[in-house]
Every structure is written in structure tokens, then in C-alpha cells.
């Protein structure tokens, strides 16, 4: 069984009285240890096609299904909580908390899953180690490189052990020798630990790390 499917999904978005077409049904399966990258122009869909299968938004029209979950069926409470235990979100902006370190970002995702204190502390070292910034567990995002911070990201991402890590555009921010770095690392957490990766990006050197390319033109796969 695929970890993430979906079926004819469209979306559409309204703006005052007219309607853009974000997505025009697009049929996707993803298998359990995939690491997928999104590729299209700006406009083409990809970050609604993320955020649909984040469950942060619901499709106009069509079907998700995370593993035999159909979304469609649970409610708010069940789709935060499976936000919060099976997804892991790294953004192009980092979106790490000003006032907190690097270690206390990390471990906010396990704060809200209510995970006993010396299990935390355990988990979110081993994944500041991981990501190679145990030295820097106490620097807060405005003391860290753009690098370093988009590993942070990466540790509070997977320090909830998701099964999928969503990453929309991870190296953006980032200049591309940071950039290499970065798609190596999540490959590298990948392949250890099987997990299933689904990134977006412009950057045909990110790309070239993809097990699969789709391109998605104009709300289509092409
Ligand atoms: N909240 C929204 N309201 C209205 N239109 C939206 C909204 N979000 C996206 N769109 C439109 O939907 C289409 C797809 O947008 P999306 O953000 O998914 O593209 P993208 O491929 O991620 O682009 P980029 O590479 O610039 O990030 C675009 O035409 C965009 O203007
Ligand atoms: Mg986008």
C-alpha cells in the first residue's frame, strides 16, 4: 500500500469572484522510503499539492489517502494529531521560533506530543547530533547561519520520527554550496532511517537527488 495516494485531486482557490485552478487532477502514489522532488515554475501547483498532502488544506475535488486514511473522513482533532505524529514540515523560510534555541525548537514538536522529559532530552541530542549542530544546542535561529538553521528545521522536522517529511523549497533561502548540503543530509536521514521525503524545488542540482522527478505544469502532472 503507497503512504501517500491521491486521486483526480483539483483545487481551487478563490479570489474575490474569480477562481485559479491550482490544481487540475493529479493522481500521485508515493511508496513508503521514496524520496520525491516536485519540480515546476512558479504558479505550477507545488506548494498546494504539499500542503494537501500536509493535510494543512482539503482538496476542492478528488482524494487523499495517508496510507488507508481517506482525509477526507477525519476531523480537525484527528488531522492535527496526525500532523503532529506522522508529518514532519521544513519550510523554505525555516519557520524556527525567535526566542527559542536551537535545542528547544527541536524539541517543541515532542513538547506538544507530550513526550516525558528524559525521553525528549535523549531524542532531540541524538537529532542535534544527527544534523551535526550539538555544538550549538543553546544558539538561538538569529545566532545560527542560514545552514544552520535550516538544519534545525531538519531536526525539529524529524525528531518526532514522521513517517513522511514534507519540505517545500528547503534550499531556497540558502546559497546552493549550503543548498548541496542540505538535500545531502536529507538524503543521507533518508536512506538511514527509511523514511519518506517529498520535497518541491526550482534547483536542478537539488533535483538531481530525487529517486523520482514529477513535474507538475500549469496544476498537471506533465
Ligand atoms: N491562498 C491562495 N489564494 C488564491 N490563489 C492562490 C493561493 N495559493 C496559491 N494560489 C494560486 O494557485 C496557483 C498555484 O500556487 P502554488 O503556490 O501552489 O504554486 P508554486 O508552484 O508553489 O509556486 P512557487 O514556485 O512560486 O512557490 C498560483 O496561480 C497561485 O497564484
Ligand atoms: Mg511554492
Redesign the pocket.
Known amino acids: 500500500m503507497p503512504i501517500v495516494s491521491m486521486q483526480k485531486v483539483t483545487k481551487d482557490?478563490?479570489?474575490g469572484k474569480t477562481i485559479?485552478n491550482?490544481l487540475k487532477g493529479v493522481d500521485l502514489r508515493v511508496e513508503k522510503g521514496e524520496f520525491i522532488c516536485i519540480a515546476?515554475?512558479?504558479?505550477?501547483?507545488?506548494?498546494?499539492?504539499l500542503?494537501l498532502i500536509g493535510c494543512l488544506d482539503k482538496p476542492t475535488s478528488g482524494k487523499v489517502f495517508l496510507d488507508e486514511d481517506d482525509v477526507e473522513r477525519l476531523n480537525d482533532n484527528q488531522l492535527s494529531r496526525l500532523r503532529a505524529e506522522r508529518i514532519g514540515f521544513i519550510f523554505q523560510s525555516f519557520n524556527l521560533i525567535p526566542v527559542l534555541s536551537a535545542l528547544e525548537n527541536t524539541e517543541y514538536p515532542l513538547l506538544l506530543k507530550g513526550v516525558a522529559r528524559q525521553s525528549r532530552k535523549k531524542k532531540v541530542l541524538a537529532m542535534l547530533e544527527e544534523v551535526e549542530l550539538a555544538n550549538f544546542a543553546g544558539h538561538r535561529p538569529d545566532q545560527l547561519s542560514g545552514g544552520q538553521r535550516q538544519r534545525v528545521a531538519i531536526a525539529r522536522a524529524l525528531v518526532t520520527d514522521p513517517e513522511i517529511i514534507l519540505a517545500?523549497?528547503p534550499t531556497a533561502n540558502l546559497d546552493s554550496k549550503t543548498g548541496e548540503t542540505i538535500v545531502e543530509l536529507m538524503k543521507k536521514i533518508n536512506e538511514e532511517m527509511n523514511s519518506t521525503f517529498i520535497f518541491?524545488t526550482?534547483d536542478s542540482m537539488v533535483m538531481k537527488y530525487a529517486h523520482r522527478l514529477i513535474h507538475?505544469q500549469d496544476?498537471r502532472i506533465a
Do not use: I, M, Q
Request: aromatic content about 4%; proline content about 5%.
Open positions: 482557490y478563490h479570489l485559479v491550482a515546476g515554475p512558479s504558479g505550477s501547483g507545488k506548494t498546494t499539492l500542503n517545500d523549497e518541491s526550482h507538475l496544476g
